[in-house]
Every structure is written in structure tokens, then in C-alpha cells.
């Protein structure tokens, strides 16, 4: 699910489309369709694009947010998943789970701009807003952070007694990461 703020729509990834409801009614508005394993969505208000990763055909679908036709659709990596618009570098950032990396996307073509290897396998991320994207390894119980201007990872942490990490959350104000684990903990 993913709330577009500015139009007060739901955006909800379904199997093989993202299905857009208006907040107030529960209306169906609209659908983008022609998706493969829809997961993750993110919204850029400044070039009113949406993004969508389908991990069928390890794709990130770049859609007008006001008429929701699909303008194109760039090359993500293997089992694109989880989905971020970090506002410091004005990308959307696709989390790939088999191939283990963050594929980065140039938000106002939708091309694929860099490709970075997390060193495990990614379930949610979260930005500070400031250049900072932190992320779950859910294979390694670990967290990673990138530096989201030079497109690189420039820290990892353990996260025991946390395993399998997949849930994230930030709380920017006192500068903490939540995650939620899959031994009914958080860390």
C-alpha cells in the first residue's frame, strides 16, 4: 500500500496491477495495469510521477500520477521488491531480493541510472531525507546504509538478536531505525 498525500488517493499493488481507491469514498478511481508481481510504489510530486516494481519481470514502471498511463518501464534487478523516493537525491530506489542489490532510478525519465550491492538480501528500506537510506538484510539480520548521492554502501550493522528483519521505520526526529523481525521482536 502506498498513500499519495498530495490527492488523497490508496495505492494498492495487486498481482497484476496497482488498483488506485480515493480515501474519503473507498471509490475505485482507477487501475494501472499490465504488471507482473506488482510490489512496491513510491511517488515523486515534483515531476508528478509514480513508480511501481514488479518482480515477474524485475521491472520499476514509471506512471503519470495525475492520468496514471504508464510512460515506460526501466530494467530493476532480479526480484524487485520493496520500493523508496529518497527526496536528497530525487531517485526512487528499487530493493531487489534475489539479485541483492538497490537499483537506483532517475525519476523524471524512469531510466535505470546505477545498480549497488547490498551484501545480502534486502526486505524494506527507509530515508532520512537527507541523504541517508537505511536497509534490511533479511538473510543476514543485518542493516545497511547508503550514501544516496555517491550510490554506495557506507555502513552495515548486525541486528541480533533480531532474524530475518523485514519491516522498517524512521523516526527522523530522534534519529532512530525500527525494525520488526520475524522472532517477534524489534530491534
Known amino acids: 500500500l502506498a498513500l499519495d498525500t498530495a490527492s488523497h488517493r490508496l495505492f494498492v499493488a495487486r498481482n497484476d496491477r496497482v488498483m488506485v481507491i480515493d480515501e474519503s469514498s473507498g471509490k475505485l478511481l482507477g487501475e494501472i495495469t499490465g504488471l507482473h508481481r506488482t510490489h512496491g510504489i513510491a511517488f515523486d510530486y515534483r515531476t508528478g510521477h509514480g513508480f511501481v516494481t514488479a518482480s515477474g519481470d524485475s521491472s520499476v514502471t514509471m506512471f503519470d500520477l495525475a492520468s496514471l498511463k504508464v510512460l515506460g518501464a526501466a530494467k530493476a534487478g532480479a526480484g524487485a521488491d520493496a520500493l523508496i523516493f529518497d527526496e536528497a537525491s530525487r531517485h526512487p530506489f528499487s530493493f531487489n531480493g534475489v539479485a541483492n542489490t538497490a537499483t537506483?532510478?532517475?525519476?523524471?525519465?524512469?531510466?535505470?541510472?546505477?545498480?549497488?550491492?547490498?551484501?545480502?538480501?534486502?526486505?524494506?528500506?527507509?530515508?532520512?531525507?537527507?541523504?541517508?537510506?537505511?536497509?534490511?538484510?533479511?538473510?543476514?539480520s543485518?542493516?545497511?546504509?547508503?550514501?544516496?548521492?555517491?550510490?554506495?554502501?557506507?555502513?552495515?550493522?548486525?541486528?541480533?538478536?533480531?532474524?530475518?528483519?523485514?519491516?522498517?521505520?524512521?523516526?527522523?526526529?530522534?534519529?532512530?531505525?525500527?525494525?520488526?523481525?520475524?522472532?517477534?521482536?524489534?530491534?
Do not use: Q, Y
Open 142 to 187: 543485518a542493516m545497511v546504509e547508503i550514501d544516496s548521492k555517491a550510490n554506495r554502501v557506507t555502513r552495515r550493522w548486525p541486528l541480533a538478536p533480531c532474524e530475518s528483519p523485514s519491516g522498517l521505520a524512521i523516526d527522523v526526529v530522534h534519529h532512530r531505525l525500527l525494525s520488526g523481525c520475524e522472532n517477534k521482536i524489534m530491534t
Open 104 to 140: 537506483v532510478i532517475d525519476g523524471r525519465t524512469g531510466a535505470s541510472v546505477a545498480s549497488i550491492p547490498l551484501g545480502g538480501r534486502p526486505e524494506f528500506a527507509a530515508s532520512d531525507g537527507a541523504g541517508r537510506i537505511f536497509v534490511n538484510l533479511e538473510d543476514s
